[in-house]
């Protein structure tokens, strides 16, 4: 039972870690344009 | 219920427009959609098949459900190639083989077809094993369905994978000859109207380096690629992804899962097509000039410069392994099955940023309203012509689609020949030009005098802007003498008055309608219960796991 406690705790914890990422991620894309605007993308 | 927990508030109507995927409310089936223009026929048939189901549904449905139907097919293919009857494992199979970087990085670059194909790998992957007995050639078609919906990217990572599962299979002869079989005649659409396009098959060089692999992860070129990302285009990088302490846990659960599948659940011809194609996928950065080389030797090796799309098949054996480790680890009592639900959720907390639309890279959009003006003008003419897009170029950032790169969408959405400018611009290197009218234009358009005389001459009756529309453009003046019968800020429509008559060589028709007969007939044929008895989708290996 502890193990199971301990597991899903894990769980929970490690995606409220990944939503933060998120959160921080996005936050840094002020401006999601690829410029210029023609281009298929950047390496 | 992954799909939905991927496409979050993509699912809402309207149209995702990522990169290379582009939907329209109502494709028309046209000489374009089968290949028959000049044009390399990389979207045949799935723009077909997206154009047939645009028949009874609203093509941003249709869009839905093709998008959902990866996550599904993907997790129930993941879910039955490994070898055991407990439900948990083979869940945990399917989760890991439909959300992972491979996945997310191609969604985002918009390649829906080929993504298509990839999900059904692990169907490739059973019915390979068993395409010697008798039947087996027909399972096997019937696993290919996605693939050759998907068209030539698609089918090409199939083969990787079946071709070395057929050799290692048993009745080998019969095994690789029912392979390349089915193999054949699911490309047919593609590959005659690509072999008889009357301009050959391009083979530029300069795209080797643009579209090599590349680090997204702090583990280097080769450590991304393991860990099945690495796409080429920084772009398309889920958020959060390549963040340190999820990187090394990620790579931790690949290297582990690949282990788990060599010691339980050994499949060699399944081993041999992840490691060719990791060097497949490596092969354009660690040796770029072999790769041009080889390109400039035979045109078709081009299909190498896209690499990253060969690690595919190390992510079925991902998936088998770490179905296979949770099968042998995790008991089931509670605290087991607790564990269990872990490994389930793993992927998924790893890999955040797949969630919710890609974590806001997947939004829906409308089509302007002057689109829709546009093309019930364009419908209503009688007059023949081509259609050119300006600006000249082949990816838009459109401002209605939130700035997110896609391809130029007008081409699809008008019913008519578009010319747009197909070379492509990746980190302001541009890769030539394949359409032969694109090519033909192209010293018309960049030169600086008048348009509308050469354009009607060379067969052009609309021309097309549909981004920087403001008088500030220079082709405004450039185009006197056209009629303006559209004009917004979304986008500006000319008409031009007699454009001459000409005939744009393509494949032959009666070759491109014979495959095309094949290739149904024999996919109908493949699900016919009398001619191919036995007919089932799950084509898992023997089970050898514990009882549930």
């Known amino acids: 039972m502890r193990i199971a406690i301990a597991a899903v705790s894990g769980v929970l914890l490690a995606a409220l870690a990944s939503l933060g990422v998120v959160q921080l991620a996005n936050a840094d894309q002020d401006d999601p344009v690829i410029k210029p605007l023609y281009e298929y993308g950047g390496r | ?548």
Not at chain 2, 54 to 83: C, E
């Open chain 2, 1 to 548: 219920m992954l799909g939905g927990l991927a496409l979050g508030p993509g699912l809402a109507p309207g149209f995702l427009l990522s990169f290379d995927m582009v939907f329209v409310p109502s494709l028309d089936l046209s000489r374009m959609t089968f290949g028959l223009t000049g044009t390399v026929p990389r979207h045949v048939p799935s723009d077909a098949f997206a154009a047939v189901l645009s028949l009874v549904l609203p093509g941003d449905v249709v869009q839905k459900v093709v998008l959902l139907g990866i996550f599904v097919i993907a997790t129930v293919a993941g879910a039955s190639i490994v070898p055991s009857e407990r439900l948990l494992p083979r869940l945990v199979a399917g989760v890991v083989y439909a959300w992972n970087p491979f996945v997310a990085e191609r969604l985002l670059l918009g390649h829906w077809a080929f993504l298509l194909g990839y999900a059904a790998l692990p169907w490739v992957v059973g019915a390979a094993l068993r395409a010697g007995e008798p039947g087996g050639g027909w399972r096997l078609v019937r696993a290919l369905v996605p693939a050759a919906i998907g068209g030539f990217a698609a089918i090409a990572i199939s083969a990787l994978v079946a071709l070395p599962i057929a050799l290692c299979a048993a009745r080998r002869r019969q095994a690789v000859g029912k392979a390349v079989a089915a193999l054949t005649v699911l490309s047919l659409p593609w590959l005659v109207t690509g072999w008889l396009r009357p301009s050959g098959m391009p083979g530029h060089t300069e795209g080797v380096a643009a579209f090599a692999a590349r680090a997204d992860t702090p583990f280097g070129t080769l450590g991304s690629l393991l860990s099945l990302g690495g796409v080429w285009n920084a772009g398309t990088v889920p958020a959060g992804y390549g963040v340190p302490l999820f990187a090394v846990l990620w790579l931790l659960v690949v290297v582990a899962s690949i282990v788990a599948a060599v010691r339980f659940a050994p499949n060699r011809g399944l081993f041999v097509a992840a490691g060719v194609g990791f060097v497949l996928a490596a092969l354009g950065a660690v040796a770029a000039p072999l790769l041009r080389g080889l390109i400039e030797l035979w045109a078709g090796f081009a299909v190498l410069r896209d690499g990253q799309q060969y690690v595919a098949p190390l992510a079925v054996v991902v998936a088998l392994g770490f179905g296979a480790l949770v099968d042998r680890v995790v008991r089931t009592d509670r605290a087991g099955v607790a564990l269990g639900v872990c490994a389930l959720a793993l992927p998924v907390v790893l890999l955040p940023g797949l969630a919710w639309g890609a974590a806001g890279k997947l939004r829906p959009v409308q089509y302007p309203d002057a689109w829709e003006r546009a093309r019930a003008i364009v419908a209503a003419d009688p007059v023949p012509g081509d259609v050119l897009v300006l600006p000249w170029a082949t990816y838009r950032s459109y401002p209605w689609n939130g700035g997110r790169t896609s391809l130029d969408a007008l081409p699809r959405y008008l019913d008519r020949r578009g010319i747009v400018a197909d070379a492509v611009i990746v980190d302001g290197a541009s890769i030539p030009a394949e359409d032969p009218r694109s090519r033909g234009l192209d010293p018309i358009v960049r030169a600086d005098g008048p348009l509308t005389g050469p354009l009607r001459a060379a067969g052009v009756r609309y021309v097309a802007i549909d981004a920087e529309t403001g008088p500030e453009n220079p082709v405004h003046a450039r185009l006197a003498g056209a009629e303006r019968v559209v004009a917004s800020p979304d986008l500006v429509l000319y008409r031009l008055d007699d454009p001459a008559e000409r005939t744009e060589p393509g494949p032959p028709l009666l070759p491109a309608a014979l495959a095309w007969f094949v290739t149904v007939v024999a996919v109908i044929w493949a699900f016919w219960p009398f001619a191919a008895p036995g007919i089932t989708l799950t084509t898992r290996p023997s089970r050898r796991g514990k009882a549930p």
